[in-house]
């Protein structure tokens, strides 16, 4: 079936760069979300990337290879309240369903 | 102002009850969602409604049913409660079905079943 797979957990220093990667099954695959959830909070919607490149938003960035079956979300300058949960997400049109990976929680040190 | 709001916030109740969360959306969305998300923080989606019309409806109980009476609005109701239904509950509205289409997600219910 459809699936998206991302690292569980990532730790990084302030102010430094981290990437954090999604690979996914590509039958019926339409783009690539990106969404950080801190601990006890909702899901926000950061990036998304439906055609293959970079998509950037400030400190954020997106990216996707279609041909390659991933993508990845870059995070630069991390500050302390970066520290949260990312999840990537996608529609698969054969099963007409939302999927979300199972999320990657990010840890910064001072 | 909130976009998406949901209610009850946190609701606790014993096995073999029924309960109800409430969700409403101001922002115009023609798409609405439930979402489960369990202790492990994998998120999953359980149902979906475009303009009041079920579009995605997953493999869940059929213990399990939402309405929604206008678009603005997607409830849902849990028949007899078991201790695997605890986990977070969240709504999400998008423009558009497609799924491609930015999700803004309600504060979650946090429901526990004892």
């Known amino acids: 079936g459809q699936s998206l797979e991302q690292p569980s957990e990532v730790t990084a220093v302030e102010g430094a760069i981290v990437q954090i990667n999604c690979t996914y099954q590509?039958?019926?695959?339409?783009?690539l979300s990106w969404y950080q959830q801190h601990d006890g909070g909702a899901p926000t919607f950061l990036s998304y990337?439906?055609?293959?490149g970079l998509e950037e938003t400030g400190r954020f960035s997106s990216f996707l290879s279609r041909s390659d079956s991933y993508g990845y979300l870059l995070l630069q300058e991390l500050q302390m309240k970066d520290s949260a949960s990312y999840f990537c997400?996608?529609?698969?049109?054969?099963?007409?369903?939302?999927?979300f990976g199972s999320g990657t929680r990010l840890s910064i040190r001072p | 102002d909130t976009a998406v709001s949901q209610t009850p916030k946190y609701l606790v109740t014993q096995m073999g009850n029924d309960k109800s969360i409430k969700c409403e959306q101001n922002?115009?969305?023609?798409?609405m969602y439930w979402y489960k998300q369990d202790s492990k923080k994998f998120l999953k989606i359980m149902f979906s409604?475009?303009?009041?019309?079920?579009?995605i409806n997953e493999t869940v109980p059929n213990r399990f049913s939402p309405k929604s009476p206008d678009k603005a609005h997607l409830n849902l109701h849990i028949n007899s409660l078991e201790l695997g239904d605890s986990a977070v509950y969240f709504c999400?509205?998008?423009?558009?079905?497609?799924?491609?289409?930015?999700?803004?997600f309600g504060p979650g219910t946090r429901l526990t079943v004892t």
């Open positions: 990337n439906g055609l293959d």
């Open positions: 590509t039958s019926g695959f339409y783009g």
């Open positions: 999400a509205s998008s423009q558009g079905a497609s799924g491609t289409y930015e999700q803004y």
């Open positions: 409604y475009n303009n009041k019309e079920l579009i």
């Open positions: 997400a996608s529609r698969y049109s054969s099963a007409s369903k939302i999927i």
């Open positions: 922002l115009g969305h023609d798409t």
